[in-house]
């Protein structure tokens, strides 16, 4: 059984860090593409940042050169470091798992992140 677990969301000020992290367990981690998307109320789930088997990143343009993903194979585990935190970064941010060329594709249940003063 697939499990994407995510954890690190809370609630900071603006210009604050958090650092959230996607566990996986019951897939072969190094074959997934492993993605970070968010859903903000009343709007649709966007990609924040993907990180490829290979290692190559790719960023929505909200958020280029503030977040950075990142993955460690050997813990199953995929990052995504938010510096520089907005209000509009307040979301439900989910780890997606996807298995490039096939129908595998597996979502966490999602870390709440919110920014407010």
């Known amino acids: 059984q697939v499990h994407l677990v995510e954890s690190g969301g809370g609630l900071v000020q603006p210009g604050d860090t958090l650092r959230l992290s996607c566990a996986a367990s019951?897939?072969?981690?190094?074959?997934?593409?492993m993605g970070w998307y968010r859903q903000a109320p009343g709007k649709q789930r966007e990609l924040v940042a993907s990180?490829?088997?290979?290692?190559?990143?790719e960023y929505a343009d909200a958020v280029k050169n503030r977040f950075a993903i990142s993955r460690d194979n050997a813990k199953n585990t995929v990052y995504l470091q938010m510096n520089s935190l907005k209000p509009e970064d307040t979301a439900v941010y989910y780890c997606?798992?996807?298995?490039?060329?096939?129908?595998?594709?597996?979502w966490g249940q999602g870390t709440q992140v919110t920014v407010s003063s």
């Open positions: 019951g897939i072969i981690f190094s074959s997934y593409r």
């Open positions: 997606n798992a996807k298995r490039v060329i096939t129908t595998l594709d597996f």
């Open positions: 990180i490829s088997r290979d290692g190559t990143t």
